[in-house]
């Protein structure tokens, strides 16, 4: 493809993209099609001889976009929302163009600097302690600093072999991971691929709204430290969990971690953002007692995929756990090379989407996005408090609504929420999905989407009041 073509090629890519979003609320949002569908429709092996763009498009349109799941719908209310937006995508798209692969500095400096500044923009915004600022306000360099990972999971993943590489080589067989049995299942997965041999789940309560109990993970700790095979060396709290975005004390268990000396990794993948709203920051206190901090600029800012933003307030540990400089990656006058600060060599110019977000709407605007799928969710809220049918499941948090049909803990009210979220989604007009709190199945709503009004709220509660007579209906029978 030439430049002229690529040009003309990209113009009705533009025009495709501008439909599909603005069009995109009429589409079924779950794709119904069954594992396997695209084989029998695709050829065998790539084509010998090239294909022009339209007869590429016409199979996305009559053989792609039949699997697609419409995460940007705003009908969209499933796991977390994953924005997207066009200044996101128009500095993506630059990144695509430029194709720079900023491991290190001289590599390409403004790759590397711009995620400096960016990360540094957003921590402020955050009010994140300046510890965590890469630069303070005069200017000068501090320890730690941000980095933009792909996902929360390398993110986590990044802050275990950073604390693992804190504590002497020969007592890696007897380190011993903590977080809630409410913690995302990455932290698992991280301490699973890092070769950490235990980690110890601590159950969270509907008593304490599925928080972290501070005394339990005390406790926890002071039992293992007893135990001469073990040492305690990592602690993953979460603001916001995935299924009931339930908030764990930060400052109390920060003062426990400070006392011990384990690494604190706070993981506020979704809700995160909003600390940068003064009604949230009580949930905040305490940041300047972690040593890793991360929200996904993917999930509720906008940003689209990938975007994971973490902070630390000393580098120190990630690059002695990552840092590796053979030969042909030897450079003079570097200051960062962000390949010491995360697992692969290759990284892509993701501040790009970042920076033209930040620059395009500005913090008012930012903030007033968030706050409006909170109010969003206020209002789902009391929606669902108008039928006695249903009941509210934890304390709802920010867009976050967990929900069930009202009965006891058993088989058939269980049964009968499952059977509620099927049709929903079966439907086409929504999709939600679930999670399990104390034995209960329970419907998840997480409004957060770019494209999210509130009548796209409202027609939901429809579909869910409707559907709730059916399944009952059918059930009486
Ligand atoms: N942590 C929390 C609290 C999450 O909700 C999620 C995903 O929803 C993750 C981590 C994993 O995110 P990622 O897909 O960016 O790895």
Redesign the pocket.
């Known amino acids: 493809m030439g430049i002229e073509e690529f040009r003309k090629n990209a113009k009705d890519m533009v025009d495709w993209i501008c439909d599909y979003y603005a069009s995109n609320e009429k589409l079924p949002v779950r794709s119904e099609v069954e594992p396997g569908y695209l084989r029998p429709l695709l050829p065998k092996a790539a084509p010998q001889h090239p294909e022009n763009f339209g007869s590429i498009m016409q199979d996305v349109q009559s053989k792609i976009m039949p699997g697609i799941t419409h995460w940007q719908s705003p009908n969209f209310f499933a796991?977390?929302p994953s924005n997207s937006s066009f200044p996101a995508m128009l500095g993506d798209m630059l990144s695509t163009a430029l194709s720079t692969v900023g491991f290190c500095w001289i590599g390409s400096p403004a790759t590397t600097e711009l995620e400096t500044i960016v990360m540094d923009w957003l921590g402020k915004l955050l009010c994140l302690p300046t510890s965590f600022l890469a630069f303070d306000e005069q200017g000068k360099r501090g320890l730690g600093g941000g980095v933009i990972q792909?996902?929360?999971?390398?993110?986590?993943l990044v802050s275990v072999l950073a604390a693992r590489a804190r504590v002497a080589p020969e007592h890696a067989s007897k380190l011993v991971a903590y977080s809630s049995d409410q913690?995302?299942s990455?932290i698992k997965k991280a301490c699973m691929v890092a070769g950490i041999p235990y980690v110890r789940i601590i159950p969270a309560s509907a008593e304490d709204d599925y928080a972290l109990d501070p005394a339990a993970l005390r406790e926890a700790i002071e039992e293992d430290l007893r135990n001469e095979d073990l040492i305690p060396f990592y602690v993953c709290a979460?603001i916001?969990?995935?299924s009931s975005c339930a908030v764990d004390p930060i400052a109390e268990i920060g003062r426990i971690t400070r006392h011990y000396n384990l690494w604190l990794h706070v993981?506020?993948?979704?809700a995160g953002v909003t600390s940068m709203l003064p009604e949230y920051r009580h949930y905040f206190n305490g940041l300047e007692l972690v040593d890793s901090f991360i929200t996904?600029g993917?999930?509720w800012l906008l940003t689209n995929f990938?975007c994971?933003c973490m902070w630390v307030q000393n580098a120190e540990p990630l690059k002695t756990a990552l840092s590796l400089t053979p030969a042909y990656l030897r450079a003079k006058g570097n200051s960062l090379d962000y390949k010491d600060w995360q697992v692969p060599l290759g990284r892509r110019f993701r501040a790009l989407k970042l920076w033209f977000v930040m620059r395009s709407y500005g913090t008012d605007n930012i903030k007033k996005f968030l706050r409006h799928h909170v109010q969003l969710g206020q209002l789902f809220v009391s929606l669902i408090q108008t039928d006695a049918r249903l009941e509210i499941m934890a304390p709802p948090r920010w867009g976050l609504i967990c929900f069930a049909i009202r009965g006891p803990n058993n088989d058939a009210t269980n049964e009968a929420t499952a059977e509620l979220l099927e049709r929903i989604n079966k439907s086409g007009r929504a999709f939600l999905v679930h999670t399990e709190l104390s034995g209960r199945f329970v419907a998840r709503m997480a409004i957060g989407g770019s494209l999210t009004q509130e009548r796209h709220v409202r027609a939901t509660w429809q579909l869910i009041s409707e559907c709730t007579t059916e399944v009952l209906a059918a059930r009486a029978k």
């Open positions: 796991y977390f792909g996902s929360a999971s390398e993110s986590t913690s995302h990455s979460t916001g969990t995935t993981d506020a993948a979704y996904n993917h999930k990938d994971s």
